[in-house]
Protein backbone atom coordinates (compact mmCIF):
# COMPACT_ATOMS: atom_id res chain seq x y z
CA UNK A 1 0.00 0.00 0.00
CA UNK A 2 1.84 3.23 -1.08
CA UNK A 3 1.58 6.45 0.65
CA UNK A 4 -1.58 8.43 -0.68
CA UNK A 5 -3.26 4.95 -0.50
CA UNK A 6 -2.63 5.46 3.88
CA UNK A 7 -4.22 8.52 3.69
CA UNK A 8 -6.93 7.99 1.97
CA UNK A 9 -7.97 5.09 4.13
CA UNK A 10 -6.88 7.16 7.39
CA UNK A 11 -9.19 9.65 6.16
CA UNK A 12 -12.41 7.32 5.30
CA UNK A 13 -11.64 6.13 8.83
CA UNK A 14 -12.02 9.27 11.12
CA UNK A 15 -15.28 10.21 9.00
CA UNK A 16 -16.71 7.15 10.00
CA UNK A 17 -15.83 7.79 13.75
CA UNK A 18 -17.35 11.14 13.08
CA UNK A 19 -20.57 9.84 11.68
CA UNK A 20 -20.83 7.03 14.51
CA UNK A 21 -19.63 9.78 17.40
CA UNK A 22 -23.03 11.84 15.55
CA UNK A 23 -20.86 14.62 14.72
CA UNK A 24 -21.39 16.17 11.00
CA UNK A 25 -18.26 18.50 9.69
CA UNK A 26 -20.24 20.97 10.60
CA UNK A 27 -20.07 20.14 14.14
CA UNK A 28 -17.06 20.01 13.32
CA UNK A 29 -16.52 23.40 12.39
CA UNK A 30 -17.61 25.32 15.35
CA UNK A 31 -16.90 23.13 18.54
CA UNK A 32 -17.72 23.49 21.88
CA UNK A 33 -16.13 25.71 24.32
CA UNK A 34 -14.88 25.92 27.96
CA UNK A 35 -15.22 29.30 28.96
CA UNK A 36 -16.53 32.02 27.33
CA UNK A 37 -19.82 33.74 25.52
CA UNK A 38 -21.82 32.64 22.62
CA UNK A 39 -23.21 34.76 20.43
CA UNK A 40 -26.49 33.16 18.33
CA UNK A 41 -28.67 33.81 15.91
CA UNK A 42 -26.68 37.08 14.59
CA UNK A 43 -28.65 38.10 11.68
CA UNK A 44 -27.08 37.00 8.80
CA UNK A 45 -23.87 38.53 7.05
CA UNK A 46 -22.99 40.70 10.65
CA UNK A 47 -20.51 38.27 12.37
CA UNK A 48 -17.98 40.52 11.18
CA UNK A 49 -19.39 43.66 12.48
CA UNK A 50 -20.06 41.70 16.29
CA UNK A 51 -16.57 40.93 15.94
CA UNK A 52 -15.91 44.64 15.32
CA UNK A 53 -18.00 46.16 17.86
CA UNK A 54 -16.35 43.80 20.33
CA UNK A 55 -13.12 45.16 19.70
CA UNK A 56 -11.81 41.85 18.45
CA UNK A 57 -9.01 42.98 16.00
CA UNK A 58 -6.85 39.19 16.13
CA UNK A 59 -4.24 40.67 18.69
CA UNK A 60 -6.17 39.68 21.72
CA UNK A 61 -5.80 36.14 22.95
CA UNK A 62 -8.57 33.86 23.23
CA UNK A 63 -9.72 31.54 20.33
CA UNK A 64 -12.72 32.93 18.52
CA UNK A 65 -14.94 31.05 16.25
CA UNK A 66 -16.81 32.87 13.15
CA UNK A 67 -20.29 30.51 11.78
CA UNK A 68 -21.46 32.35 9.11
CA UNK A 69 -24.52 31.11 7.03
CA UNK A 70 -25.71 28.51 9.06
CA UNK A 71 -29.08 27.01 8.62
CA UNK A 72 -31.66 28.43 11.27
CA UNK A 73 -35.36 27.71 11.70
CA UNK A 74 -36.04 31.43 13.36
CA UNK A 75 -34.16 33.47 10.71
CA UNK A 76 -33.36 31.11 7.86
CA UNK A 77 -29.75 31.74 7.94
CA UNK A 78 -27.91 33.36 10.52
CA UNK A 79 -24.10 33.69 11.88
CA UNK A 80 -22.66 32.67 15.67
CA UNK A 81 -19.70 34.04 17.02
CA UNK A 82 -17.84 32.19 19.84
CA UNK A 83 -15.72 34.08 21.84
CA UNK A 84 -13.25 32.01 24.44
CA UNK A 85 -12.41 33.30 28.08
CA UNK A 86 -14.76 36.54 27.97
CA UNK A 87 -17.40 36.97 29.00
CA UNK A 88 -19.58 39.54 27.82
CA UNK A 89 -20.87 42.71 30.15
CA UNK A 90 -24.41 44.63 29.50
CA UNK A 91 -22.62 47.47 27.45
CA UNK A 92 -21.60 45.04 24.85
CA UNK A 93 -24.47 43.43 25.13
CA UNK A 94 -26.29 47.02 24.28
CA UNK A 95 -24.04 47.34 21.52
CA UNK A 96 -24.30 43.73 19.78
CA UNK A 97 -28.23 44.70 20.13
CA UNK A 98 -27.62 47.90 18.23
CA UNK A 99 -26.60 45.36 15.04
CA UNK A 100 -28.09 42.10 15.69
CA UNK A 101 -31.74 42.88 17.40
CA UNK A 102 -32.23 38.84 17.69
CA UNK A 103 -28.96 37.65 18.84
CA UNK A 104 -28.99 36.01 21.75
CA UNK A 105 -25.87 35.98 24.23
CA UNK A 106 -24.72 32.21 26.08
CA UNK A 107 -22.54 32.85 28.47
CA UNK A 108 -20.56 29.26 29.12
CA UNK A 109 -18.56 27.94 31.82
CA UNK A 110 -17.07 24.73 31.64
CA UNK A 111 -18.80 23.65 28.87
CA UNK A 112 -22.02 24.48 29.71
CA UNK A 113 -24.71 27.46 29.20
CA UNK A 114 -24.99 28.97 32.39
CA UNK A 115 -26.72 32.29 31.48
CA UNK A 116 -28.42 32.66 28.31
CA UNK A 117 -30.60 36.31 27.40
CA UNK A 118 -31.92 37.78 24.37
CA UNK A 119 -30.25 40.70 23.28
CA UNK A 120 -32.92 43.69 23.95
CA UNK A 121 -32.66 47.09 22.32
CA UNK A 122 -33.51 49.61 25.13
CA UNK A 123 -35.62 52.35 24.17
CA UNK A 124 -33.18 54.86 25.03
CA UNK A 125 -29.56 54.46 24.69
CA UNK A 126 -26.82 56.19 26.63
CA UNK A 127 -23.28 56.78 26.22
CA UNK A 128 -22.56 53.43 24.36
CA UNK A 129 -22.18 55.64 21.03
CA UNK A 130 -21.72 59.26 20.28
CA UNK A 131 -23.87 61.38 17.96
CA UNK A 132 -22.08 61.74 14.01
CA UNK A 133 -23.27 65.31 13.95
CA UNK A 134 -19.98 66.94 14.92
CA UNK A 135 -21.65 70.72 16.16
CA UNK A 136 -24.07 68.29 18.40
CA UNK A 137 -23.31 69.54 22.10
CA UNK A 138 -23.30 65.88 23.52
CA UNK A 139 -19.55 65.71 20.89
CA UNK A 140 -18.27 68.23 23.64
CA UNK A 141 -14.65 67.63 25.45
CA UNK A 142 -15.68 70.47 27.79
CA UNK A 143 -19.25 69.79 28.90
CA UNK A 144 -20.35 67.41 31.34
CA UNK A 145 -22.53 65.36 28.82
CA UNK A 146 -23.55 61.69 28.28
CA UNK A 147 -24.91 61.01 24.62
CA UNK A 148 -28.55 59.87 24.95
CA UNK A 149 -30.21 58.64 21.35
CA UNK A 150 -33.99 57.50 21.60
CA UNK A 151 -34.75 54.17 19.54
CA UNK A 152 -37.16 54.64 16.17
CA UNK A 153 -36.69 51.54 14.53
CA UNK A 154 -34.47 48.45 15.48
CA UNK A 155 -34.62 46.93 11.78
CA UNK A 156 -33.34 49.11 9.95
CA UNK A 157 -31.76 50.84 13.21
CA UNK A 158 -33.16 54.43 13.87
CA UNK A 159 -31.46 56.89 16.35
CA UNK A 160 -32.41 59.96 16.91
CA UNK A 161 -30.18 61.94 19.58
CA UNK A 162 -31.77 63.75 22.19
CA UNK A 163 -29.64 66.86 21.64
CA UNK A 164 -29.76 67.36 18.20
CA UNK A 165 -32.25 65.29 16.54
CA UNK A 166 -29.41 63.82 14.25
CA UNK A 167 -30.37 61.14 12.79
CA UNK A 168 -28.25 57.47 12.60
CA UNK A 169 -28.52 54.25 11.30
CA UNK A 170 -26.53 51.31 11.38
CA UNK A 171 -23.33 52.64 9.08
CA UNK A 172 -23.27 55.17 11.47
CA UNK A 173 -22.88 53.38 14.52
CA UNK A 174 -20.47 50.68 12.41
CA UNK A 175 -18.38 53.72 11.68
CA UNK A 176 -17.53 54.06 15.39
CA UNK A 177 -15.94 51.08 15.69
CA UNK B 1 -70.00 76.80 13.58
CA UNK B 2 -67.02 74.85 12.10
CA UNK B 3 -64.90 78.01 11.94
CA UNK B 4 -65.38 78.17 16.07
CA UNK B 5 -63.83 75.02 16.36
CA UNK B 6 -60.27 76.11 16.18
CA UNK B 7 -61.14 79.15 18.48
CA UNK B 8 -62.48 76.85 21.34
CA UNK B 9 -59.29 74.62 20.44
CA UNK B 10 -57.24 77.62 21.19
CA UNK B 11 -59.31 78.61 24.70
CA UNK B 12 -58.60 74.76 25.64
CA UNK B 13 -54.59 75.62 26.30
CA UNK B 14 -54.54 78.25 29.19
CA UNK B 15 -51.22 80.53 29.83
CA UNK B 16 -50.29 78.15 32.53
CA UNK B 17 -49.00 75.98 30.20
CA UNK B 18 -45.94 78.38 29.55
CA UNK B 19 -45.31 79.22 33.07
CA UNK B 20 -41.80 78.47 33.86
CA UNK B 21 -41.63 76.43 30.66
CA UNK B 22 -38.22 76.12 28.43
CA UNK B 23 -38.36 77.22 24.86
CA UNK B 24 -36.21 74.68 23.20
CA UNK B 25 -37.34 73.71 19.64
CA UNK B 26 -40.79 73.92 17.85
CA UNK B 27 -41.58 70.23 17.90
CA UNK B 28 -42.04 70.88 21.81
CA UNK B 29 -45.56 72.74 21.04
CA UNK B 30 -48.65 71.80 20.26
CA UNK B 31 -50.66 73.78 17.46
CA UNK B 32 -53.03 75.12 19.98
CA UNK B 33 -50.25 76.37 21.95
CA UNK B 34 -48.93 78.39 19.25
CA UNK B 35 -52.16 79.43 18.41
CA UNK B 36 -52.73 80.62 22.01
CA UNK B 37 -49.10 82.19 22.09
CA UNK B 38 -50.09 84.00 18.76
CA UNK B 39 -53.10 84.97 20.02
CA UNK B 40 -51.65 86.66 23.53
CA UNK B 41 -48.87 88.40 20.75
CA UNK B 42 -51.79 90.47 18.83
CA UNK B 43 -52.99 91.73 22.94
CA UNK B 44 -49.28 92.78 22.96
CA UNK B 45 -49.65 95.18 20.20
CA UNK B 46 -50.98 98.46 21.88
CA UNK B 47 -48.07 97.29 24.51
CA UNK B 48 -45.29 97.58 22.41
CA UNK B 49 -46.65 101.24 21.58
CA UNK B 50 -46.35 102.18 24.77
CA UNK B 51 -45.29 100.15 27.70
CA UNK B 52 -46.03 98.17 30.53
CA UNK B 53 -44.72 97.35 34.19
CA UNK B 54 -45.92 93.62 34.19
CA UNK B 55 -42.38 92.16 34.69
CA UNK B 56 -41.06 94.97 36.85
CA UNK B 57 -38.56 93.33 38.76
CA UNK B 58 -37.61 90.11 36.75
CA UNK B 59 -34.46 90.18 35.14
CA UNK B 60 -33.55 88.28 31.87
CA UNK B 61 -30.08 86.98 31.00
CA UNK B 62 -29.03 86.79 27.08
CA UNK B 63 -26.35 84.74 26.85
CA UNK B 64 -25.06 85.22 23.14
CA UNK B 65 -21.92 83.11 22.40
CA UNK B 66 -22.26 83.61 18.64
CA UNK B 67 -22.80 87.23 16.86
CA UNK B 68 -26.43 88.72 17.12
CA UNK B 69 -27.81 92.17 16.33
CA UNK B 70 -32.07 91.55 15.48
CA UNK B 71 -32.62 88.57 18.00
CA UNK B 72 -30.49 89.66 21.06
CA UNK B 73 -32.24 93.30 20.17
CA UNK B 74 -35.76 92.16 20.21
CA UNK B 75 -35.15 90.12 23.60
CA UNK B 76 -34.12 92.92 25.32
CA UNK B 77 -36.47 95.61 23.60
CA UNK B 78 -39.55 92.89 24.20
CA UNK B 79 -38.15 92.69 28.00
CA UNK B 80 -37.96 96.72 28.88
CA UNK B 81 -41.38 97.10 27.37
CA UNK B 82 -43.22 94.84 29.82
CA UNK B 83 -40.63 96.75 32.65
CA UNK B 84 -38.51 93.68 33.39
CA UNK B 85 -34.11 94.15 33.05
CA UNK B 86 -31.57 92.35 31.39
CA UNK B 87 -28.42 91.59 31.75
CA UNK B 88 -25.93 89.50 29.59
CA UNK B 89 -23.12 89.16 27.28
CA UNK B 90 -23.39 89.28 23.62
CA UNK B 91 -19.55 87.30 22.30
CA UNK B 92 -17.63 84.68 24.40
CA UNK B 93 -14.97 86.80 24.71
CA UNK B 94 -16.63 89.07 27.35
CA UNK B 95 -17.41 86.04 29.39
CA UNK B 96 -15.76 83.29 31.73
CA UNK B 97 -16.17 80.65 28.73
CA UNK B 98 -12.59 82.77 27.66
CA UNK B 99 -11.29 81.26 31.00
CA UNK B 100 -12.93 77.74 30.09
CA UNK B 101 -15.95 77.58 31.92
CA UNK B 102 -17.62 75.27 30.34
CA UNK B 103 -22.05 76.11 29.12
CA UNK B 104 -23.30 73.85 32.10
CA UNK B 105 -21.55 76.04 34.75
CA UNK B 106 -22.22 78.90 32.88
CA UNK B 107 -26.41 78.87 33.24
CA UNK B 108 -25.62 77.22 37.00
CA UNK B 109 -23.83 80.38 37.75
CA UNK B 110 -26.52 83.23 35.65
CA UNK B 111 -29.50 81.50 37.00
CA UNK B 112 -28.58 82.68 40.44
CA UNK B 113 -29.18 86.35 39.05
CA UNK B 114 -32.01 86.22 36.25
CA UNK B 115 -35.57 84.84 36.13
CA UNK B 116 -34.81 83.44 32.64
CA UNK B 117 -31.97 82.41 30.22
CA UNK B 118 -32.14 83.63 26.91
CA UNK B 119 -29.33 81.12 24.88
CA UNK B 120 -27.68 81.82 21.62
CA UNK B 121 -24.74 79.04 20.91
CA UNK B 122 -22.98 77.63 18.27
CA UNK B 123 -23.77 74.43 19.35
CA UNK B 124 -26.30 71.99 18.13
CA UNK B 125 -28.45 70.51 21.10
CA UNK B 126 -27.21 73.47 22.97
CA UNK B 127 -30.37 74.96 24.54
CA UNK B 128 -31.35 71.30 25.36
CA UNK B 129 -28.67 70.46 27.59
CA UNK B 130 -28.62 74.46 28.68
CA UNK B 131 -32.08 73.81 29.90
CA UNK B 132 -31.03 70.27 32.02
CA UNK B 133 -28.73 72.61 33.98
CA UNK B 134 -30.69 75.44 34.35
CA UNK B 135 -33.64 76.22 37.01
CA UNK B 136 -34.74 78.88 35.54
CA UNK B 137 -36.75 78.63 31.93
CA UNK B 138 -34.56 78.53 28.71
CA UNK B 139 -35.16 80.23 25.69
CA UNK B 140 -33.45 78.69 22.65
CA UNK B 141 -32.46 82.08 20.42
CA UNK B 142 -30.77 79.78 18.08
CA UNK B 143 -28.72 76.39 18.81
CA UNK B 144 -25.84 76.35 15.64
CA UNK B 145 -27.64 75.33 12.39
CA UNK B 146 -30.19 73.47 14.40
CA UNK B 147 -33.21 75.54 15.36
CA UNK B 148 -34.35 79.41 16.02
CA UNK B 149 -37.57 78.37 17.77
CA UNK B 150 -38.67 82.00 18.67
CA UNK B 151 -38.50 83.25 14.58
CA UNK B 152 -40.74 80.89 13.76
CA UNK B 153 -43.09 81.67 15.98
CA UNK B 154 -42.59 85.25 14.62
CA UNK B 155 -42.85 84.26 10.67
CA UNK B 156 -46.66 82.70 11.42
CA UNK B 157 -47.51 85.79 13.42
CA UNK B 158 -46.43 87.58 10.43
CA UNK B 159 -48.21 85.13 8.00
CA UNK B 160 -51.49 85.13 10.27
CA UNK B 161 -51.47 88.73 10.14
CA UNK B 162 -50.46 89.37 6.62
CA UNK B 163 -52.88 86.88 5.28
CA UNK B 164 -55.03 86.26 8.07
CA UNK B 165 -54.88 82.55 8.40
CA UNK B 166 -51.85 79.81 7.64
CA UNK B 167 -54.14 77.00 7.31
CA UNK B 168 -54.53 76.27 3.17
CA UNK B 169 -51.45 78.53 2.46
CA UNK B 170 -48.91 77.10 -0.01
CA UNK B 171 -45.37 78.28 1.03
CA UNK B 172 -42.05 78.02 -0.12
CA UNK B 173 -38.72 78.06 1.75
CA UNK B 174 -35.64 79.20 0.13
CA UNK B 175 -31.75 79.28 -0.25
CA UNK B 176 -30.09 77.27 2.28
CA UNK B 177 -32.20 74.72 4.01
CA UNK B 178 -29.40 72.65 5.18
CA UNK B 179 -27.81 75.17 7.77
CA UNK B 180 -30.60 77.48 8.21
CA UNK B 181 -31.56 76.81 11.63
CA UNK B 182 -34.88 79.74 11.02
CA UNK B 183 -35.99 77.18 8.10
CA UNK B 184 -35.87 74.11 10.01
CA UNK B 185 -38.28 75.69 12.72
CA UNK B 186 -40.49 77.28 10.53
CA UNK B 187 -40.71 73.76 8.62
CA UNK B 188 -41.82 72.11 11.97
CA UNK B 189 -44.54 75.26 12.58
CA UNK B 190 -45.86 74.90 9.42
CA UNK B 191 -46.07 71.29 9.33
CA UNK B 192 -48.60 72.10 12.39
CA UNK B 193 -51.38 73.57 9.99
CA UNK B 194 -52.48 72.72 7.05
CA UNK B 195 -49.84 74.10 4.36
CA UNK B 196 -48.35 72.74 1.57
CA UNK B 197 -44.39 73.14 1.42
CA UNK B 198 -42.27 73.68 -1.67
CA UNK B 199 -38.27 73.25 -0.56
CA UNK B 200 -36.27 75.27 -3.21
CA UNK B 201 -32.65 74.59 -2.89
CA UNK B 202 -29.04 73.59 -4.42
CA UNK B 203 -28.78 69.97 -4.37
CA UNK B 204 -26.24 70.41 -1.62
CA UNK B 205 -28.42 72.77 0.46
CA UNK B 206 -31.47 70.50 0.56
CA UNK B 207 -32.99 70.01 4.02
CA UNK B 208 -32.30 68.03 6.74
CA UNK B 209 -33.36 64.07 6.22
CA UNK B 210 -34.80 64.98 9.88
CA UNK B 211 -36.54 67.61 9.10
CA UNK B 212 -37.35 66.22 6.13
CA UNK B 213 -39.03 63.29 7.48
CA UNK B 214 -40.55 64.49 10.31
CA UNK B 215 -42.50 67.32 8.35
CA UNK B 216 -43.20 65.07 5.35
CA UNK B 217 -44.86 63.08 8.16
CA UNK B 218 -47.45 65.65 8.30
CA UNK B 219 -47.79 67.67 5.47
CA UNK B 220 -47.21 67.58 1.86
CA UNK B 221 -43.73 68.68 0.81
CA UNK B 222 -42.05 68.78 -2.20
CA UNK B 223 -38.26 70.05 -2.99
CA UNK B 224 -37.61 71.69 -6.27
CA UNK B 225 -34.21 73.37 -7.60
CA UNK B 226 -35.85 76.30 -9.13
CA UNK B 227 -38.38 79.00 -7.37
CA UNK B 228 -39.88 79.87 -10.97
CA UNK B 229 -41.80 76.58 -11.93
CA UNK B 230 -43.69 76.87 -8.16
CA UNK B 231 -44.05 80.86 -8.41
CA UNK B 232 -47.58 81.13 -9.60
CA UNK B 233 -48.72 78.35 -7.04
CA UNK B 234 -47.42 80.22 -4.00
CA UNK B 235 -49.03 82.15 -1.32
CA UNK B 236 -45.95 82.96 1.01
CA UNK B 237 -42.18 82.96 0.07
CA UNK B 238 -39.52 82.72 2.67
CA UNK B 239 -36.04 83.71 1.74
CA UNK B 240 -33.25 82.78 2.99
CA UNK B 241 -29.08 83.48 2.07
CA UNK B 242 -27.11 80.82 -0.11
CA UNK B 243 -23.78 80.80 1.59
CA UNK B 244 -20.67 80.47 -0.43
CA UNK B 245 -18.69 79.31 2.34
CA UNK B 246 -21.22 76.39 2.19
CA UNK B 247 -20.05 75.44 -1.07
CA UNK B 248 -16.58 73.24 -1.38
CA UNK B 249 -16.03 74.31 -5.11
CA UNK B 250 -16.56 78.19 -6.07
CA UNK B 251 -17.71 77.37 -9.18
CA UNK B 252 -20.37 75.72 -8.11
CA UNK B 253 -21.74 78.71 -6.11
CA UNK B 254 -21.13 81.00 -8.58
CA UNK B 255 -23.02 78.70 -10.97
CA UNK B 256 -26.28 78.48 -8.33
CA UNK B 257 -26.11 82.10 -6.87
CA UNK B 258 -28.29 83.72 -9.61
CA UNK B 259 -31.29 80.84 -9.33
CA UNK B 260 -32.11 82.23 -5.76
CA UNK B 261 -31.68 85.82 -6.36
CA UNK B 262 -35.46 87.35 -6.07
CA UNK B 263 -35.78 90.52 -7.93
CA UNK B 264 -38.78 92.34 -10.31
CA UNK B 265 -38.08 90.46 -13.10
CA UNK B 266 -38.59 86.73 -11.04
CA UNK B 267 -41.84 88.51 -9.30
CA UNK B 268 -43.27 89.09 -12.77
CA UNK B 269 -44.84 85.82 -12.61
CA UNK B 270 -45.80 85.57 -9.11
CA UNK B 271 -49.16 85.96 -7.71
CA UNK B 272 -50.27 89.60 -7.07
CA UNK B 273 -51.01 89.01 -3.17
CA UNK B 274 -47.57 86.86 -2.69
CA UNK B 275 -46.23 88.31 0.04
CA UNK B 276 -42.10 88.06 0.78
CA UNK B 277 -40.41 87.04 4.29
CA UNK B 278 -36.59 86.93 5.37
CA UNK B 279 -35.51 86.03 8.47
CA UNK B 280 -32.93 88.58 8.50
CA UNK B 281 -29.71 89.93 7.59
CA UNK B 282 -30.28 90.13 4.19
CA UNK B 283 -27.14 90.67 1.66
CA UNK B 284 -28.77 89.99 -2.15
CA UNK B 285 -30.85 87.31 -2.12
CA UNK B 286 -33.55 89.76 -2.26
CA UNK B 287 -32.74 92.76 -4.68
CA UNK B 288 -33.47 96.65 -2.96
CA UNK B 289 -36.18 97.32 -5.63
CA UNK B 290 -38.19 94.96 -4.20
CA UNK B 291 -38.38 96.57 -0.72
CA UNK B 292 -41.08 98.82 -2.12
CA UNK B 293 -43.66 96.29 -3.75
CA UNK B 294 -46.26 95.16 -2.00
CA UNK B 295 -44.90 91.69 -1.77
CA UNK B 296 -41.82 92.81 0.87
CA UNK B 297 -43.04 92.54 4.00
CA UNK B 298 -39.79 91.55 6.41
CA UNK B 299 -39.42 94.25 7.72
CA UNK B 300 -42.85 93.73 9.25
CA UNK B 301 -41.35 90.71 10.68
CA UNK B 302 -39.12 92.68 12.54
CA UNK B 303 -41.92 94.77 14.63
CA UNK B 304 -43.88 90.96 14.91
CA UNK B 305 -40.48 89.80 16.61
CA UNK B 306 -41.16 92.31 19.23
CA UNK B 307 -44.61 91.24 20.40
CA UNK B 308 -43.87 87.65 19.84
CA UNK B 309 -41.34 87.62 22.39
CA UNK B 310 -42.88 90.68 24.81
CA UNK B 311 -45.76 87.37 24.76
CA UNK B 312 -43.48 84.79 25.53
CA UNK B 313 -41.62 86.36 28.19
CA UNK B 314 -44.82 87.70 29.60
CA UNK B 315 -46.51 84.04 29.14
CA UNK B 316 -43.05 82.18 30.82
CA UNK B 317 -42.78 84.60 33.37
CA UNK B 318 -46.91 84.17 34.80
CA UNK B 319 -47.96 87.54 33.70
CA UNK B 320 -50.25 86.86 31.76
CA UNK B 321 -53.80 86.17 33.61
CA UNK B 322 -55.99 83.50 32.41
Not at chain 1, 37 to 49: E, P, Q, R, Y
Not at chain 2, 144 to 165: C, N, S, V, W
Not at chain 2, 216 to 243: F, G, K
Request: proline residues 4%.
Amino acid sequence: MNAESWETLFMRILQNICLVLGMSRRTLRVSKIRDGTVIDHITSGHALNVIKILGINGRSNGIVTIAMNVPSQKLGVKDIVKVEGRELNPEEVNRIALIAPHATINIIRNFKVVEKQRVKLPSIIQGTIKCTNPPCISNSENEPVKPIFYVEGEEPLRLRCHYCGHIMGKEDVLKQY
Amino acid sequence: MSYLLPLMVCFMVSASVFIGRDVISVKDFTREEVDYLLRIASEMEPLAESSSDILKGKIMATLFFEPSTRTKLSFEAAMYKLGGLVIGFSEPEASSMKKGENLADTVRVVEKYADMIVLRHPAEGAARFAAEYAKVPVINAGSGAEEHPTQAFLDLYTIMKEKGRIDGLKIALMGDLRYGRTVHSLAYALSLYKTKLFLVSPELLRIRREVLEDVNARIEVSEHSNIEEILPEIDVLYVTRIQKERFPDLAEYTKVRGSYVIDLNVLRRARSDLIILHPLPRVDEIASEVDSTPFARYFQQVKNGLVVRMALLALILGAVKE
